[in-house]
């Protein structure tokens, strides 16, 4: 029993011990470095690099994000952080704060850009041994950029003992880039096989690396036919994931669109009314997310399935307050209606300066919506827009259910469809009136909850998207939902594809002329509706 304490005793006696070479090696290299050239400071920092301890890691990373000074009173190595214009300063040795001191007091251990980028491979280097998963991942993808191919034994060695999935891809990836520059014809075919498979774009400048280096020598040859190969490959994919991409992208605009539309196709078949305050409701949608995330910073993560039902609340019944207290006399009469809307706009807006103020205002997004899903490596897509399609899915199926299955629903299909018979069967249109456009601006406030994840939240949000809604209405069809669906996935997609070629402003004009010709064609839209517009028309 004895042996055993004494055998742990000295155990630790020398885990201690070269702890301490090795703190003292940090601490010499530290003070070489002080007073070194750039050329002996490589050598150092490859020593410091060889250490493979958590310290020497910190200093290489300190090093190079030029973080790392000295005193040059006491020469003492710290850490300094710049607060207002002085520098807060941590002892390397002992991890003490300092405290604050002016800058003409210390100096920087300083980098040329060459050695920087060596020193990114060496903390690389060291980083691959390291039990974060995420550190190794970026180790594999700093190692690939520098196409150090005397690092490829390392990557090699590394990928025999990795055993995340996620990390092996890395390492395959920087092992295959390296192997084409080794001059080893076995390893290049290898290395073009296995590229050939995973197609990823990032991958194409080492390809071309290999072809210059290698185009004039016939013994290559074959190996050259094959990295051509794998380029057209390469941009073959980087085409076909390009068109996925804003197809992707055109489901986004396109469900934005919907959301922002389908309260006012509601409102507009129904009730005939053309309201410019429609944007406003999405706005003050936007900004009760915005208030409830202020009053539960700490459920951030459910703040956006706290504010659905609160924006939908306070903003249909401001949409019942405005139709009961001023729709309600305008009906039958639309440029009064029109006037009368602009106003509330520009009032509601107002009001909203004055409340918050006119700056925009932060709203977060929670963790669940925030990062990427990564398909290829040339297609990657977003969490929130996903996310955004589905929502918009879930209102229009929510929708159609309502309209159809509910007795509400039923109603307000009988008023679009003959308001005097359904007043003379008993259904009150004055209700339906009030509860329809509650209706319709309760989707534009939920609308805004989307929205605040997306854009800025400020007074001017809903301006932005009032002029779509209508362009997506006239387009589907007025007090259709299944046509303002169609009208706002196809005006979103077919923007999506102009804008690589036109650019952003002029396919929104190209959009917006070829809407007016579609409208001369088809008055009423791609899906007419029997309704009151419709009887007015006629």
């Not at 020497?56 to 207002?84: P, Q, R």
């Not at 959301?259 to 944007?279: D, Q």
């Not at 997609?493 to 409208?519: C, Q, R």
């Amino acid at each position: 029993m004895k042996f055993f304490v004494r055998l742990l005793i000295f155990i630790l006696i020398l885990f201690n011990a070269s702890n301490n070479v090795y703190a003292d090696n940090i601490d010499e290299i530290l003070s070489a470095l002080q007073k070194s050239n750039f050329s002996e400071k490589e050598e150092l920092i490859t020593k410091l690099g060889n250490i493979q301890t958590n310290k020497s890691l910190k200093v290489l990373k300190s090093l190079e994000k030029g973080i790392l000074y000295y005193i040059k009173k006491s020469k003492i190595n710290v850490f300094a952080k710049k607060v207002d214009k002085k520098y807060e300063l941590t002892d390397i040795t002992s991890g003490k704060n300092i405290g604050l001191i002016k800058k003409n007091k210390i100096k920087r251990i300083s980098l040329n850009n060459k050695l920087r980028k060596y020193t990114r491979t060496i903390i690389a280097k060291s980083s691959l041994l390291s039990d974060n998963k995420n550190m190794r991942i970026e180790a594999a993808k700093t190692i690939f950029e520098s196409n150090s191919i005397e690092l490829l034994p390392l990557i090699s060695q590394a990928l025999k003992n990795e055993k995340n999935k996620n990390v092996i891809k890395e390492l395959l990836k920087t092992q295959a880039s390296l192997s084409l520059l080794s001059g080893d014809k076995l390893l290049i075919n290898k290395s073009l096989d296995y590229l050939m498979k995973t197609t990823d774009p990032e991958i194409i400048s080492v390809v071309n690396q290999f072809i210059e280096k290698y185009k004039t020598e016939d013994s290559y040859k074959e190996e050259i036919i094959k990295a051509n190969n794998l380029l057209n490959k390469i941009n073959s994919d980087i085409k076909l994931y390009k068109l996925i991409e804003n197809l992707f992208f055109g489901l986004s605009l396109g469900s934005v669109l919907f959301i922002a539309a389908v309260g006012l196709a509601i409102t507009f078949g129904v009730m005939g009314v053309i309201n410019l305050a429609h944007g406003e409701m999405i706005m003050i949608g936007a900004y009760t997310t915005y208030v409830i995330q202020l009053i539960f910073p700490q459920l951030i993560e459910y703040s956006l399935f706290i504010a659905l039902p609160f924006a939908f609340l306070v903003t249909g019944l401001i949409g019942v307050v405005i139709e009961r207290l001023v729709i309600r006399y305008l009906y039958g009469r639309p440029l009064e209606t029109l006037l009368a809307t602009f106003g509330i706009s520009l009032i509601l807006q107002q009001l909203v300066r004055s409340i918050f103020s006119p700056i925009n205002m932060p709203v977060t997004t929670p963790q669940w919506m925030s990062g990427m899903l990564n398909i290829h490596p040339a297609l990657s897509l977003a969490y929130g827009r996903l996310y955004i399609i589905a929502f918009s899915i879930s209102i229009f199926i929510a929708l159609l259910i309502l309209l159809r299955k509910s007795h509400f629903g039923i109603e307000i299909r009988a008023v679009m469809q003959n308001r005097p018979m359904a007043r003379a069967m008993g259904i009150k249109t004055n209700w339906i009136d009030s509860m329809t456009f509650g209706l319709g601006s309760g989707i534009a406030g939920i609308a805004g909850v989307a929205l605040s994840q997306i854009t800025n939240v400020g007074p001017n949000l809903g301006q932005s998207y009032i002029i779509d809604c209508f362009m997506v209405v006239v387009f589907g069809g007025v007090g259709n939902i299944w046509g303002t669906l169609s009208g706002a996935f196809l005006l979103g997609v077919g923007n999506k594809f102009l804008e690589p070629y036109s650019g952003a402003v002029l396919a929104k004009i190209i959009t917006l002329i070829f809407l007016i010709v579609f409208i001369q064609k088809k008055p009423k839209g791609m899906f007419a509706l029997k309704g009151r517009a419709a009887e007015i028309n006629q």
